[in-house]
């Protein structure tokens, strides 16, 4: 009986008219997703690391069956689903493969460089403890920034499933794209500038503020040097200072909805707010919200030339840049 239904499937699906999995303006993006899949895959395989059972593992293994779903709806001729798909789970992939790498780029990374950043925020005239004793009078102000903080994560979806409904699949894929741009230099950066984190640089007791987590940052770090955590689901979390991901996350959220004239000001104002959160909000310093902004800035201007590489007539500019015809004209043109 199964062997018939199996027969049957291959009848059918060897009837239906098959294209590319992958578009060419996708390509970029999932080429550095499958070398940084590759890359995860291959160091847990031959080190003492294990991926664990918690959360982090089921999200993965989710993640990674959905955007296999997308790349066969599309090969399937089914680009709407494969777009809607893409959008919903890409990012989260490629999240937690970034969060698996920098646990990897932190068990090989060198000593804390605390001392260079907070010499570099005073030669900018920055004072991150006297900042961080000020926001302590006002509190309300620091639940603002921490709700604007704690926004990426579901910009990370909302931003390229509204691209999808627009339409919008140049400027969706440019997101993408830069997306992973960013997180791959945010991987190479990392192990060359780890930082234990202001709190525990400058002595600050935890009682002296809420989130327990800024304390973590160090002694994770010291951790995974060490030895003492190998199981990535546990010791999953964000440990990165310089680049802040945050602010660069920030540039490109702006820039991908831009040219949305409804969502324009509003997104401006959360990840300006975003961007503005992250000394206290995620306890950055300075020069790490500035190497943030500038990765950001960076990798808008790669991914856009990785998008439209090959074809850069007016049209196809044009299109990455601006609208398209209608609300999933595009979708419809570009994805099929």
């Not at 030895?227 to 802040?244: K, L, N, T, Y």
Request: aromatic fraction near 12%.
């Amino acid at each position: 009986m199964i062997a018939k239904r199996m027969s049957a499937f291959s009848a059918y699906a060897a009837a239906i008219e098959t294209g590319p999995a992958i578009l060419p303006i996708s390509k970029f993006a999932y080429a550095i997703l499958g070398a940084m899949l590759f890359a995860d895959v291959a160091y847990v395989w031959i080190s003492d690391f294990t991926w664990g059972s918690g959360p982090y593992a089921n999200l993965l293994c989710i993640f990674l069956m959905s955007v296999g779903s997308a790349l066969l709806a599309r090969r399937y001729q089914m680009p709407r689903i494969a777009a809607f798909l893409e959008a919903t789970s890409f990012t989260g992939l490629a999240g937690l493969l970034t969060v698996c790498a920098t646990l990897i780029g932190g068990s090989l990374s060198g000593p804390f460089i605390d001392s260079q950043l907070i010499a570099a925020d005073r030669a900018l005239g920055y004072d991150w403890h006297a900042v961080f004793q000020l926001s302590r009078a006002h509190p309300w102000v620091v639940h603002m920034l921490d709700y604007a903080y704690a926004s990426m994560g579901l910009q990370l979806i909302a931003v390229p499933v509204l691209l999808t409904i627009h339409g919008h699949s140049f400027r969706k894929w440019g997101f993408l794209t830069a997306w992973m741009v960013a997180s791959l230099i945010t991987i190479l950066v990392f192990p060359f500038a780890p930082a234990e984190g202001a709190p525990i640089h400058f002595g600050l007791h935890p009682d002296a503020y809420s989130k327990s987590w800024f304390w973590q940052f160090g002694p994770r770090i010291l951790q995974l040097q060490v030895g003492d955590i190998r199981d990535i689901s546990s010791g999953a979390m964000g440990i990165v200072s310089v680049p802040s991901f945050h602010a660069a996350t920030g540039v490109m959220f702006i820039w991908a909805v831009w040219h949305l004239k409804w969502l324009r000001l509003p997104s401006s104002i959360l990840n300006a707010l975003m961007i503005i959160s992250t000394p206290i909000s995620g306890v950055h310093y300075m020069v790490d919200v500035l190497a943030g902004l500038a990765v950001g800035c960076a990798s808008v201007v790669i991914a856009r030339r990785l998008v439209t590489a090959g074809n850069e007539t007016d049209e196809t500019v044009k299109r990455f840049w601006l609208r398209p015809q209608s609300p999933l004209g595009e979708l419809v043109d570009a994805e099929t």
